[in-house]
Antibody, heavy 129, light 109 residues
Framework: QVQLLESGPGLVKPSETLSLTCTVS??????????WTWIRQSPGKGLEWMGS???????YYSPSLKGRIAISMDTSKRHFSLSLRSVSAADTAVYYC?????????????????????WGQGALVTVSS | EIVLTQSPGTLSLSPGERATLSCRAS???????LVWYQQKPGQAPRLLIY???SRAAGIPDRFSGSGSGTDFTLTISRLEPEDFAVYYC??????????FGQGTKLEIK
């Protein structure tokens, strides 16, 4: 079982950079590909995929955030980070880190889709001066 | 980009009743790519159904998923008090791109 925990400042000023880290613990090994992911949820709103980084270090970003976002992973693969530049009040949200699985196999079949099977508890980040 | 539209926005039912939640994609998607989550207030989402119809580990069998093409359904056969929550569908696109529906709130009538 894998556990994830977000950490970072809860308050960021407008135009500055939001930085969060996700710490991964437990057994993170799975079949198929793993995508370490950031997802956010604005107050009272739905879920927004922000971006993912694969175990081999390739990063993928939401088109709506490209140019402002960067996701990185440390060499231990036990921490991955989110950097979001030039934030505004619209970036106020609960930020979740999650493990995405792709190409998962169970005892019955293998699947080409991808989903998030483990989530952190979420970290509220408020953008305000 | 594929858009997922969930309906209804809010569903009011009583414990013991059957719930049917819909997720419609703006274009046809593989059923392998459609996923459902449950989110309770103050909690992270929890994986319920992957590949349109496969229950995740530990999910009760009163939850079932079905559908293909553009129309997918999450059914809860007999609602328990703990099932009242917000439900999201999600699809996985090629080139590692994910989108979520806007959610359906299942509330107690």
């Amino acid at each position: 079982q894998v556990q994830l925990l977000e950490s970072g400042p809860g308050l960021v000023k407008p135009s500055e950079t939001l930085s969060l880290t996700c710490t991964v613990s437990g057994d993170a090994v799975s079949s198929g590909e793993t995508y370490w992911t950031w997802i956010r949820q604005s107050p009272g709103k739905g879920l927004e995929w922000m971006g993912s980084i694969s175990d081999d270090g390739y990063a993928y970003y939401s088109p709506s955030l490209k140019g402002r976002i960067a996701i990185s992973m440390d060499t231990s693969k036990r921490h991955f980070s989110l950097s979001l530049r030039s934030v505004s009040a619209a970036d106020t949200a609960v930020y979740y880190c999650a493990r995405g699985l792709q190409g998962f196999c169970n005892t019955i079949s293998c699947y080409t889709g991808s989903w998030f099977d483990s989530w952190g508890q979420g970290a509220l980040v408020t953008v305000s001066s | 980009e594929i858009v997922l539209t969930q309906s209804p926005g809010t569903l009011s039912l009583s414990p013991g009743e059957r719930a049917t939640l819909s997720c419609r994609a703006s274009q046809s998607i593989s059923s392998s790519y459609l996923v459902w989550y449950q989110q309770k207030p103050g909690q992270a989402p929890r994986l319920l159904i992957y590949a349109a119809s496969s229950r995740a580990a530990g999910i009760p069998d009163r939850f079932s998923g079905s559908g293909s093409g553009t129309d997918f359904t999450l059914t809860i056969s007999r609602l328990e008090p703990e099932d009242f929550a917000v439900y999201y569908c999600q699809q996985y696109g090629s080139s590692v791109l994910y989108t979520f529906g806007q959610g359906t709130k299942l509330e107690i009538k």
